[in-house]
């Protein structure tokens, strides 16, 4: 007789959501689909000689500590070169006993939801938000609460304080957000400042994609603008170094940073500090700063292909966004029909994509479709648009939709 597993399972493991990004990448095998579906970075960006010769010398000078436990908070010499880096890029001045070293950025939005979120509490996102905060979330039985535009915020706050059920934190992501590429404006920023001032709260300001600007004009951070210490900043090498060293980063004031510490002693002691080691002599080095050129010039060309296979082939009625920096683009179709009966055709055309709806906690995005540029081949962009637009073509015939 099997034992029961799930008459044990904890409401936090029964309120954990899958990934539907990971669930795609699991079931798509044939070789023949191309899929638009992964937020991978392209292989072509990643420094591979730089890091044989800082590897190299890594073992040669230290293998002990590089091959040793790392302290909680991150090899120090990590987190200064990061300090430099917000100077630099934000002109923010951080002490290192600010900046924790997370595995991952994935690992920084699960601590946070953990430090904060109670069973049944709230959390302001904006809708569309990153499916990976959105999971975070429910892992800790929150209740994310969406909001469309920066003018509703406040009375989406107010409502819900009237309700006694306040939003514990507002969890934006400024820059070319995911899946949108969108961005927020200098006064969408200081706005959600001043909304969250009003009502004593703190912001979780992700910025996985904002070094990887191909167009325009950079807009400050949240985080440059704050004056008051209610902003917490989180960022990652996974886009802009490599994804397979997982480091990720968490920049806040004393408390938040000395209970994220606590966390992430519960869940991992540490971050390998070999992966470490690497990334600081790489920021050291300045190849980091020259390395991003090459994927800003790389990510434009293959967004710019995107975007003219879109006009290319894709029949009337469909529309979607123009980033300028990131790794995705949002596609809409007509309000009337859904991307998941596309999805079903579009399998069969081989070519993927990631839903929309996974990531609108209030249920809506049935009409959207996440596009990702930066891995698939030039040739593959306009052969997969090429696929997907037939598979649209189809859809309309089946539902009967004509565009006017």
């Not at 040793?68 to 987190?79: A, K, V």
């Not at 325009?216 to 170094?241: A, M």
């Given at each position: 007789m099997s034992v029961n597993i799930q008459q044990i399972l904890s409401k936090n493991a029964l309120n954990m959501r899958r990934s539907s990004i990971r669930d795609l990448l699991s079931v798509i095998t044939s070789p023949d689909v191309i899929s638009f579906g992964g937020g991978f970075p392209n292989a072509e960006t990643f420094p591979v000689e730089e890091l044989k010769q800082i590897m190299m010398d890594i073992m040669n000078e230290c293998p002990a500590k590089a091959l040793?436990?790392?302290?909680?908070?991150?090899?120090?010499?990590?987190?200064k070169e990061l300090a430099k880096m917000v100077k630099r890029t934000q002109g923010v001045d951080v002490d290192i006993k600010n900046i924790l070293i997370t595995t991952a950025s994935q690992q920084a939005l699960d601590l946070v939801a953990r430090i904060f979120v109670d069973p049944g509490d709230t959390v302001l996102c904006e809708l569309p938000s990153y499916l990976g905060a959105l999971q975070a979330i429910y892992a800790e039985q929150g209740e994310p609460v969406g909001?469309?535009?920066?003018?509703?915020?406040?009375?989406?706050?107010?409502?819900?304080?009237?309700?006694?059920?306040?939003?514990?934190?507002?969890?934006?992501?400024?820059?070319?957000?995911?899946?949108?590429?969108?961005?927020?404006t200098l006064e969408e920023r200081k706005l959600a400042l001043e909304v969250a001032r009003k009502h004593d709260m703190i912001i979780i300001e992700?910025?996985?994609?904002?070094?990887?600007?191909?167009?325009?004009?950079?807009?400050?951070?949240?985080?440059?603008?704050?004056?008051?210490?209610?902003?917490?900043?989180?960022?990652?090498?996974?886009?802009?170094?490599?994804?397979?060293?997982?480091?990720?980063?968490?920049?806040?004031?004393?408390?938040?940073?000395?209970?994220?510490?606590?966390?992430k002693q519960c869940s991992d002691l540490c971050t390998p500090i070999m992966s470490q080691m690497i990334a600081e002599r790489y920021l050291a080095s300045g190849h980091f700063d020259k390395n991003l050129v090459k994927i800003a010039d790389l990510y434009r060309t293959k967004k710019s292909k995107m975007i003219s296979a879109l006009e290319r082939y894709m029949p009337k009625g469909v529309e979607w966004t123009n980033p300028e920096g990131g790794l995705f683009l949002l596609v809409s179709l007509p309000e009337q029909l859904s991307t998941l009966d596309l999805f079903n055709i579009a399998i069969k055309e081989d070519v993927a994509f990631v839903l929309g709806t996974s990531f609108y906690c209030d249920g809506g995005g049935q009409n959207s479709m996440r596009l990702n540029f930066s891995y698939a081949s030039d040739e593959k962009i306009d052969e997969g648009i090429c696929r997907l637009a037939n598979a649209v073509k189809k859809l309309y015939e089946e539902k009967g939709y004509k565009a006017e």
């Open positions: 040793q436990y790392s302290t909680t908070e991150g090899h120090p010499g990590l987190r909001f469309k535009n920066y003018d509703e915020m406040d009375k989406v706050i107010t409502d819900l304080t009237a309700q006694g059920r306040k939003p514990k934190y507002i969890y934006l992501v400024p820059d070319f957000r995911n899946p949108s590429g969108t961005t927020m992700d910025s996985p994609y904002r070094d990887i600007r191909f167009e325009g004009e950079p807009v400050p951070t949240i985080l440059s603008l704050d004056t008051d210490g209610r902003v917490v900043q989180l960022g990652t090498f996974s886009k802009t170094f490599v994804p397979g060293f997982r480091i990720g980063w968490v920049i806040g004031p004393d408390e938040v940073i000395n209970r994220l510490i606590v966390g």
